[in-house]
């Protein structure tokens, strides 16, 4: 597959082929952990993607075959969280989690070798993820003194059940790629050779769907999970639908016409 870079970041790639875009975490001598720096240019270019209407899947990975990412870069840890060019403690990476819960296009997380701390977590806030054979899952938090009581907790608990969740926080095992699947952690696990031709085929299939359901369909089970804001996406996009109708328009244009508007025109459907 020919990728064409989209756009030159230091501690990430981002490239497109055809619909597709892919975002790689590039720092491979550290099993691809990530700094301020690589979480603030995944921002950047998966916001890049989801205004792009060109783009319909994204695909998250990490940079060779060993690590999908280790999470968090320790060295860079500080007093309150990690330490980047502007010396500000952050967490951005949460910043990140919401960006791709709230894109309304399928992500993808396509693994090879560690998935790891805060990295898994990007791994289980993605929509779906095909793995490699040689994929390992786990979180290190209370090992390392650190810890996501958020997506990583509560939403890893609705994904794979409360007593594997805690189980798998608690004791800080790593889990294969077979056992990972058969929790329900992830969707599809391949042969490490073929893993990209089997995340590209998932994501041509998804690019023959409507994207305005599978759009719907993502705010639905967000809106599920994450209260009130998972209600803000899904109420934002019926929005948006309503402001492609006559009705809608028809309260626009009135307003602007400084006139009433004629409402009853309109169907009440049942
Ligand atoms: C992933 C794992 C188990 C792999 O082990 P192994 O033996 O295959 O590799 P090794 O030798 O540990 O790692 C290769 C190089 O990458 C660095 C290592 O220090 C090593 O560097 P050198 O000694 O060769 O110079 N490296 C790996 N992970 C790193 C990391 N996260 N930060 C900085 N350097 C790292 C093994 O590497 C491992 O256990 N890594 C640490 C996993 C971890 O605890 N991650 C942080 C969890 S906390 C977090 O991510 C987080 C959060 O909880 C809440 C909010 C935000 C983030």
Not at 11 to 31: D, S, Y
Not at 109 to 129: F, H, P, R
């Amino acid at each position: 597959t020919e990728w064409t870079p989209i756009k030159d970041y230091s501690e990430i790639l981002f490239e497109r082929t055809g619909k597709i875009a892919k975002i790689t975490m590039n720092r491979p001598q550290k099993h691809n952990a990530f700094t301020p720096v690589t979480v603030s240019e995944m921002i950047d270019a998966f916001s890049l993607a989801r205004d792009d209407e060109s783009i319909g899947v994204i695909i998250l990975t990490g940079a060779g075959d060993k690590a999908f990412s280790s999470g968090g870069d320790q060295s860079v840890r500080g007093n309150g969280g990690y330490v980047g060019p502007d010396e500000i403690a952050r967490l951005n990476v949460l910043d990140l989690q919401r960006l791709i819960r709230v894109i309304p296009k399928p992500v993808i997380a396509m693994v090879k070798g560690w998935s790891v701390g805060g990295g898994n977590v990007l791994q289980l806030v993605c929509d779906l993820t095909v793995a490699a054979d040689n994929a390992q899952f786990g979180q290190t938090g209370p090992k390392v003194g650190s810890f996501d009581a958020g997506y990583g907790s509560a939403y890893l608990a609705r994904v794979i059940g409360h007593k594997r969740a805690k189980e798998v926080w608690f004791l800080d095992h790593f889990y294969s790629a077979d056992e990972a699947l058969a929790m329900g952690w992830i969707n599809r696990v391949v042969p490490l050779a073929e893993v990209e031709t089997a995340t590209l085929e998932w994501a041509y299939e998804l690019l023959e769907k409507s994207p305005t359901a599978l759009r719907f369909i993502k705010a639905a089970m967000n809106a599920d999970t994450d209260g009130v804001a998972g209600l803000q996406q899904l109420a934002g996009d019926a929005t948006m639908l309503f402001y492609t109708t006559d009705e809608g328009k028809e309260g626009r244009d009135a307003f602007l016409e400084k006139r009433k508007p004629d409402f009853n025109q309109f169907p009440k459907f049942p």
